[in-house]
Structure formats: C-alpha cells, structure tokens
C-alpha cells in the first residue's frame, strides 16, 4: 500500500538504527517516551527496541484514549447504556475494559443493554435517523485526533432536526498530559521519570500542529519530534531526538513532514471550537485530575450533550488494586513490573485497561514483547527512576 | 485509537463526502475537514472523516532524508523485513 510499504524497509530501519548506534555517546543512556499508543503498538509490533543500541530505551506514555479513560466514566456508560429508551453507540476498543464490580460494557450487552459497536459517529447519526423511538447516546472518547469527527457528526445531528442524539463526551488534550508527566513538582522522587525527550504524537498532531508543543519543550528543556506511526518515522525520530540531545537542543522538530504542519487542520480546530469548550479539569488514570486537560459540550450543544441530558453525575471508582496500569501510564513501570501482568490480566481476560486497547502497554508487551522477558530473566525488574534534571 | 490509514480518493460526491478504495474495499467517507480535495489525491482516514492531505513531495523528502541517515554498506542484504513476522 502507497505510503506504508516504503515507510517498514527492514534493511532501511536496520541502517538508520546502526547511525543512532554510531552517533549516541557511549557514556550516556538515553530514556525517551513515546506518548502515542499507536507508537508503542509499532514499536512492539515491528521489534523497534531490538534495533536500538542498549543504551537507548524506549518509555511507553499515556497516549491511549482508552487507558487513560478512568473507570467512574466507564460505570457512567454502562448506566447509560442499561436504560431502556437509549441506544449506546460505542467504538469496540471500549466494549471490553474492565468497569466497577467486574462489569463491562460487553458484559451489558450480553445481559440485554442495547449496546452497539461502531466505526464512525456518522453511524450513530444515522441510526438515530432510521430509529427515531429508540434515544441514541455516543460514547466519544480520544484525543484531538478522534475530536473534529465528533463535533461534525454533532453538526450533522443538528442539521437533520435530530432530537433522539446526544454524545456522552470524553474527549482529552494531549498537550496537558505531557504537561504532566513533565512537571513533577511536589511530587516524591519514586513518582519521578527521568525522560530525555518525546516522540511526539502522529496524528494528534495532523489536526494540533507542532506549535503546541513549543511552549513544552522550551520550559522543561525536552526535545520534541513529531513523528509517524511507521517503524521507519519512529527510528527516524529516534536518531533526531539522540542528535538533540547531544547537541544540547531542546527544540520541537516534524519528521511527519508528509501530513503534519505547523499550524495543523484549520477547518478541524474550528469546529472543534464551535461545538466544545475546556472542562475546569478532569480525572485520567493514572495522572490523577488535570486541569483544562478535557472538552465538554458547550450550552449552546446542550440538546445534544448526554451529560446534561441525563444529568450523569461521576462517581470516581478505584482500579484493581494490584493493578499497576497508573504507574505505567506515566512511565514509572514497565508491564512486567506487574505482578498481574501475564498470570491473571492478559488480552483474553483483562484487568487493566492497559491489557485492553491493542495500543496499551500492557497489551502490545504481551502480544509482541513478552519472549524478551524469558530470553532475558536476569534483567533488572524495576527501571530506574531518578529526580528529572 | 488514532489509528489513520492513508488512503485514495477515486471519486468526489454531494455533502463534502468521497468514494475512496483501499485494497479493493470501497468505502463513503467524508472529506469535510479538507478544502479542495481532488480525485487522485491521498488522504489520512480516522473514523471515517479524512483528516489530512499527505504532501506527496514531502513523503518523497522524507524518505530521502531516510536514505541519507542510513550507514551506507548496511545493512547486510538478505535480512528480512520488518513487519508480518508476529501478526
């Protein structure tokens, strides 16, 4: 396929990591997150780490919508979705993560809820144009990548005279969770990651631009490059991120070139704009309440807005205590650092919403990753983890 | 969950929406977020709405840029590919 086939030449990737092993300073080790799940699920899936040098490593972010969603949100759906009148639309990531009480919304499903999976908010639109007895609620979750679709398919619902069409939303911003995984202030020294740098997000990026990043990257003195979802964008952003480093530079760099600019989707950012506005704050697992980290539905939407339409009040509910889904979402753990990881919590039967989406840590570790651990049983358990410089 | 895939459009419809085909899957989606799309021209698909135009000329600079930062002479030719081993 046009613009994936050329961007995963192995013999490529392997040569362009031999430049990252040449150029990165034999005295120094190197720790970068990749924020986006989609970068971990192809880092993972196209063995990345193996072609990088040892003193290179790679540290998995909290870019994954459904990870990052926490469970009172999840319980606040399945209640939604349990009333008699409504229709849930949903995307399938979310039908599986584990909810309070052992629930899920696949679970709901199967007790009778009228739970469907969908690929587009265009299609709950449409079924609540074809189902006009039945109250159709769409769960929207993402980052600003998911975002424009949601406010289009709302301005659809609105141009049709729709009233039986509300979206449940839960749509976060990408820049406030860098944000907070840099600024550790006031936090203890265990709840600190040492980080050098940021693959920064792909397609986030394709509506945002690069501009927001800049502010990041000059207060807290970490590169940024922007990269693609492809083995060959990721090792490319590696070996720019190693060169900033050593060159002492702290700058925001594209190497998505082909459908990323500065200034991002005009068109996007406006009608995101036109359709929702920055909630105070909003809880994300394993980062805790973030201030203006997340969208609601402004007033003059709210014939559309499920919250207000049902007067959804969240109740926060705790994870699975031995569940270590928090900590690695902000890269203090690893999956394997999980005593669940592999004995109860796998893809089959999750505990942690990091096991869930195939872009979570947990979940692209046992699915790609985890015949590293046996190959390597002597390797340390617990990464290190020192005061930010 | 952000996953795009880059994608043709074969033809231009009413309501900012586009036939476009991967594969042989022919699929409606909307172009609404894009100005001036054309037939021919190679979008980002994320849930149905084309997100962006990828620049043809900067994805050929890219892979240049790519070509550049390679260590010439490597790798050994022969070693496989990355990718389906573990799909």
């Known amino acids: 396929m046009k613009y994936i086939d050329e961007y995963r030449d192995g013999g490529l990737a392997r040569s362009i990591a031999a430049t990252i092993a040449k150029e990165a300073l034999a005295d120094r080790h190197y720790r970068f997150m990749e924020f986006c799940g989609g970068h971990t699920h192809a880092i993972s899936r196209y063995g990345v780490e193996d072609l990088l040098p040892a003193n290179v490593e790679m540290v998995h972010g909290p870019g994954c919508p459904v990870c990052v ?28 993560v584990p909810a309070s009480g052992g629930a899920s919304l696949l679970k709901a499903k199967a007790a009778g809820a009228d739970i469907r999976m969908i690929y587009s908010p265009m299609d709950a639109v449409l079924i ?23 406010a289009l398919a709302i301005g659809l619902a609105r141009r049709k005279g729709l009233t039986n069409f509300s979206v449940f939303c839960n749509h976060v911003l990408t820049p406030s969770a860098i944000r907070a995984i840099l600024d550790t202030q006031g936090r203890p020294e265990t709840e600190r990651v040492r980080l050098d740098g940021f693959v920064g997000p792909a397609h986030v990026s394709t509506v945002i631009g690069t501009a927001p990043y800049v502010a990041l990257a000059a207060e807290f003195e970490k590169p940024v490059v922007v990269a693609g979802f492809e083995p060959l964008d990721v090792v490319q952003a590696i070996l720019m ?12 760099e594209n190497q998505y070139i082909r459908a990323v600019t500065n200034a991002g989707n005009r068109i996007a950012q406006r009608e995101i704009a036109e359709i929702f506005e920055l909630r105070e704050t909003f809880e994300w697992r394993g980062l805790g309440d973030l201030p203006a980290s997340a969208l609601r539905i402004r007033e003059a939407y709210a014939l559309f807005d499920a919250e207000r339409r049902y007067r959804v009040v969240t109740t926060p509910a705790a994870d699975n205590p031995a569940c270590e889904c ?4 902000r890269g203090l753990k690893t999956p394997a650092d999980c005593k669940l990881f592999g004995t109860v919590c796998s893809p089959e039967t999750p505990m942690g919403s990091c096991m869930v989406s195939p872009e979570g840590a ?25 005061a930010a410089a | 969950m952000c996953l795009a895939i880059p994608i043709r459009v074969e033809a231009l419809l009413p309501e900012q929406m586009a036939r476009v085909t991967l594969s042989g899957v022919s699929k409606v989606v909307s172009v609404a977020l894009l100005e001036d799309v054309q037939v021919g021209d190679y979008v980002l698909l994320h849930v149905g709405y084309a997100l962006t135009r990828l620049d043809p000329d900067e994805a050929e600079r890219t892979l240049a840029l790519m070509r550049e930062a390679a260590v010439p002479g490597l790798p050994a030719p022969g070693l496989p590919a990355l990718g389906e081993v573990a799909a």
């Open chain 1, 69 to 96: 969603l926490p469970v009172g949100r999840i319980d606040d759906a399945i209640r939604l979705g349990m009333r008699p009148e409504t229709t849930l639309c949903t995307y399938a990531d979310l039908m599986r």
């Open chain 1, 326 to 329: 928090a900590d690695v979402l």
């Open chain 1, 241 to 252: 991120l190693v060169r900033q480093v050593n060159e002492g530079r702290s700058v925001v």
């Open chain 1, 128 to 150: 609540a144009e074809a189902e006009p007895a039945r109250a159709v609620v769409f769960f929207a979750i993402g980052f600003e990548t998911t975002t424009p679709s949601t």
């Open chain 1, 362 to 386: 947990c979940a692209a570790h046992w699915t790609y990753g985890r015949f590293r651990d046996r190959a390597k049983p002597a390797a340390p358990k617990a990464r290190p983890v020192q």
